[in-house]
């Protein structure tokens, strides 16, 4: 019966994004909210800032939740952090926030689910075993995770499909575990936000119709942090992570990491649709260097990477504990 339930709100968060998702595009083109899709051959303006739409059927189904008694006092706190998540990438989509106030204003978006959590203050990792910090600690610990993980899936971004598909792989593994581990608020919001996110890549994937925005990116970092705290399953998100971690460390060997697009440019392509990568370091540029790769090629390959890291850590934390 739980099960149906958690199937309900992912198709419940699937259905309206998907049918509300072209009036969204048609409202945010109408009020100039677009970007140019910069690696095609030939360049067109798409709608920004769609994340919009995820955030008002997320709210829809949290709201319903609620009503309904399917979310605990943690779950409300993870719901709470998640729309604020996506407030602040709206902000920025508007007014271009300076990096540090987006620091702080995350920090702030994390706040409802570290008061709320009323969880073990604990980690659990394979061969380590249970890291305690106790309840002070571990607020910090979830402020500092919302965070990252929102900072580091607004870096990993820029072609069609891989926010939101970066996204849906997390959820998906977070999902089954949740439903495993009978984490059932769990379940219920990293099913919601797949069923969003799957609605959202029919108009995103390439050619895309839509971009998220930094209200879609921040959003899906608190997504998946949020989730990874309610089911205690911190090991596994870091390590779904680790693509967007490794891109997140080449950028930063760059004397400038946040003004990279500025100095260098966009990524290149050619009349064939095959990227060349502008001159600093980063996890899609190793892809473009080491063979011809097209956007679409490019953006399976970083998804690929992390379902492998995904199967990876599921092996480690059945067979060497932490699950």
Known sequence: MTFTIALTWASLSFLLTYFLMPLGIKLLKSKGWTGVDVHKPVRVECAESGGLVILLTLSVSFILMLLTGYLDRAGIGACLTIVSAGLVGFLDDMFTLRQRNKVLLMMLAGLPLAIFYTGAGSIRLPLVGT???????YMLVIILAVNVAS????????????E???????CGFLSIVSLARGEWTAAFISLASLGALLAFLRYNWYPARVFPGDSGTLMFGAIIASTAVLSGTEFLAVSLMIPAIFDFVLKMQH???????????DTKVNEAGILSPPGYAAFSHAFMKVAPTSERRLVLLIL?????MGVLALILMIFLGGW
């Open 304 to 308: 690929l990477s992390e379902t492998l």
């Open 131 to 137: 890291i305690e910090f106790g309840a002070f600690y």
């Open 164 to 170: 939101a598909g970066f996204a849906s792989v997390a």
């Open 151 to 162: 900072n580091l899936t607004n870096m990993l971004a820029g072609f069609n499909g891989l």
């Open 255 to 265: 004397g400038k990491p946040f003004a990279q697009r500025r100095l260098y440019g």
